[in-house]
């Protein structure tokens, strides 16, 4: 009798994130579909117009950063070049690490430390 060939945990996650990357990609191309026939084919921030094999960057930006919110009327998208859309993760990225630093205690700490305080010590022996 032939022994049943038990995948392997890498197989398993390999398949698993296969398997996600392919729905994102679905549900990515329902919605982009959507919004390009909706909108103007123009950045929503830098005004730049896109044309022909230029569309494939602008890409859908979700304004509540929710990729599951939807809706059939487009509220919750804008068109955003790759560059601004980066942009726009990125300042939201650096507005949450300034929320979680303290209320300035690590700047002035930083500014306390004298690495040259000793030196005039050391130079006089």
Request: hydrophobic share 25%; with cysteine; proline share 6%.
């Amino acid at each position: 009798m032939p022994l049943k060939k038990i995948p392997k945990p890498a197989d398993k996650r390999d398949r698993i994130v296969a398997e996600a990357r392919r729905e994102q990609a679905r549900r990515e191309k329902g919605y982009r579909e959507r919004a390009l026939k909706m909108f103007p084919w123009i950045c929503g921030r830098c005004g730049r117009e896109f044309t022909g094999q230029r569309v494939r960057e602008l890409t859908v930006h979700h304004k509540d950063h929710d990729h599951d919110n939807n809706p059939p009327d487009g509220s919750n998208w804008e068109l955003l070049c790759i560059y601004c859309h980066d942009n726009e993760h990125s300042r939201d990225q650096v507005a949450e690490w300034y929320e979680q630093t303290d209320s300035g205690d690590e700047q002035s700490r930083a500014f306390d430390h004298k690495p040259f305080a000793g030196l005039a010590d050391l130079l006089k022996k």
